[in-house]
């Protein structure tokens, strides 16, 4: 399953971009491969499991998913391999950005949009009632 997430050829183009992590000097676990952690968070996104359900088995566990998540986010570097692989796709003539479609549903409304006006009483409601 995980050759399908991120074949060889894709790993190849995309390497360079990812941190080099080093084991500390003082000891410990050493540091879990970039592809092994890629995989992983790709294989959570196209699963929809959530984070503590990942499969140890993966090779990683998923506060490491999660911690490299957010430093690769910080960093940029999913804008790095989307803008790396978009230009690769027009190169062999595979995007054509006519055909792209933007879906901005979940861009949010400045101030959340008018808020409704208040519902005013009915006068038969301030009535006391025999029920």
Same mark, same amino acid.
């Given at each position: 399953?995980?050759?399908?997430?991120?074949?060889?050829?894709?790993?190849?183009?995309?390497?360079?971009?990812?941190?080099?992590?080093?084991?500390?000097?003082?000891?410990?676990?050493?540091?879990? =491969?970039?592809?092994?952690?890629?995989?992983?968070? /790709?294989?959570? %996104?196209?699963?929809?499991? +959530?984070?503590?359900? #990942?499969? $140890?088995?993966?090779?990683?566990?998923?506060?490491?998913?999660?911690?490299?998540?957010?430093?690769?986010? =910080?960093?940029?570097?999913?804008?790095?391999?989307? /803008?790396?692989? %978009?230009?690769?796709?027009? +190169?062999?003539?595979? #995007?054509? $950005?006519?055909?792209?479609?933007?879906?901005?549903?979940l861009v949010k409304a400045p101030l959340g949009g008018q808020k409704?006006?208040?519902?005013?009483?009915?006068?038969?409601?301030?009535?006391?009632?025999?029920?």
């Amino acid at each position: 399953m995980s050759a399908r997430l991120l074949t060889d050829e894709l790993w190849n183009e995309i390497e360079a971009l990812f941190p080099v992590y080093e084991p500390s000097p003082d000891g410990g676990r050493p540091p879990v =491969e970039n592809r092994v952690v890629l995989t992983c968070i /790709l294989f959570v %996104l196209k699963t929809g499991i +959530a984070w503590e359900d #990942l499969p $140890l088995e993966m090779g990683c566990s998923y506060k490491t998913c999660k911690r490299r998540l957010a430093e690769w986010s =910080e960093l940029g570097i999913w804008q790095l391999i989307f /803008l790396k692989l %978009l230009t690769r796709l027009r +190169a062999a003539g595979r #995007l054509q $950005l006519a055909d792209v479609l933007i879906d901005a549903g979940l861009v949010k409304a400045p101030l959340g949009g008018q808020k409704p006006a208040r519902i005013p009483r009915i006068a038969a409601g301030l009535a006391a009632s025999i029920i």
